[in-house]
């Protein structure tokens, strides 16, 4: 698996996990934007939190409505994914 493919499936799985796991009803991105695991991800994969509070939210609204995340337009993981892949290796 090469580097970017990896990089965004863990921030797949990270969002999918923060959405799930910390204070599921949480829709206020500057709040999600400081979770310590939002954080954390942020860290890992050289993303500002605040793109990763937003997929947070779009995956919670997403499981509110029924609807799958995985089946539906990625368009808005389009900016974090750019950072990961812009990003060069240390």
């Known amino acids: 698996m ?3 493919e990896l990089a965004a499936r863990l921030l797949h799985e990270g969002v999918e996990w923060i959405a799930m796991n910390d204070e599921p009803d949480d829709l206020d ?4 934007a400081g979770y310590i ?5 942020s860290d890992l ?12 939210i779009a995956f ?3 499981e509110a409505r ?3 995340p995985h089946q ?4 808005r993981a ?13």
């Open 2 to 4: 090469r580097r970017h």
């Open 29 to 32: 991105p500057e709040s999600i």
């Open 37 to 41: 695991s939002t954080l954390l991800l």
């Open 45 to 56: 994969l050289g993303v500002d939190p605040t793109s990763i509070a937003k997929l947070v």
């Open 60 to 62: 919670r609204s997403m």
């Open 66 to 68: 029924g609807s799958q």
């Open 72 to 75: 539906q337009d990625r368009t």
């Open 78 to 90: 389009t900016e974090p994914r750019r950072q990961i892949e812009g990003r060069r290796p240390r």
